[in-house]
């Protein structure tokens, strides 16, 4: 079967376009990045629909319309191929200092990546908007950050939908000066909504969702 997949793989190369606008001046900043990108022989790894079965040793169509138990410890089979593509998107992010303590921040980034023939590449993140709020003082130092990922539904062949999430993180650090030493008592917590997330570009993505909710808490010493 190895014969079945063998392709010539070609040298890849690019012709890019970035465009970026920065603004650092005053309250109010930001940096917006445009990029195209036109691609010869981009290289790639897609499903080719297949399964190897470890037991009995053959390769069988992976059947998403039934039989799912039947093949259930099989192990997907991807293929490398080298196709022309266009990859192009932006990159935002913003900053608002409120006053000497308190700065806002807003970020998003998206990006659409096709091959020649008007299909999807696969495993391509989906597009995210998210802000935060950082709150400084002179011992210790506070932010929350929220983020939606949007869902992803531009799909290769053989790929599934991920919906969207969203997920709210803080955290607060206090700077110990009693020690004598630049140490800080730390606390953070990721997915405070304990939401259910699937990251698009992984190859266990059904298999291994993002954590639930969780903290951690430290202490940071530098000497």
């Known amino acids: 079967w190895n014969s079945l997949w063998a392709r ?19 309250n109010f900043g930001f940096t917006a990045n445009l990029f195209y990108n036109d691609i010869n022989d981009y290289y790639h790894q897609q499903n080719t629909g297949y399964v190897f079965d470890e037991h009995t040793h053959e390769l069988v169509k992976d059947d998403h319309e039934g039989h799912e138990e039947e093949h259930e410890d099989a192990l997907k089979v991807y293929q490398f191929n080298t ?6 998107g932006f990159e935002f992010d913003s900053h608002y200092q409120i006053n000497n303590n308190m700065m ?24 995210k908007v998210g802000t935060s709020f950082e709150l400084q003082n002179q011992n210790w130092d506070f932010d929350m950050t929220v983020t939606h990922h949007l869902s992803q539904d531009k799909l290769a062949q053989y790929e599934t939908k991920t919906d969207a ?13 009693a020690l004598g030493t630049d140490s800080t008592v730390f606390i953070r917590a990721n997915n405070l909504t304990d939401e259910l997330g699937f990251v698009h570009n992984s190859f266990i993505k059904d298999q291994a969702p993002l954590p639930g909710r969780n903290f951690t808490l430290g202490i940071r010493g530098y000497f």
């Open 8 to 26: 010539r793989l070609q040298q890849e190369t690019a012709n890019n376009i970035d465009l970026t606008f920065r603004k650092f001046k005053g």
């Open 83 to 88: 196709e022309d593509a266009k990859l192009y």
């Open 104 to 127: 806002v921040k807003v970020f998003a980034d998206s990006i659409t990546a096709k091959l020649d023939d008007d299909s999807y590449i696969p495993r391509i993140p989906a597009n």
């Open 165 to 177: 999430y969203t997920l709210v993180d803080f955290g607060f650090s206090y700077y110990l000066e």
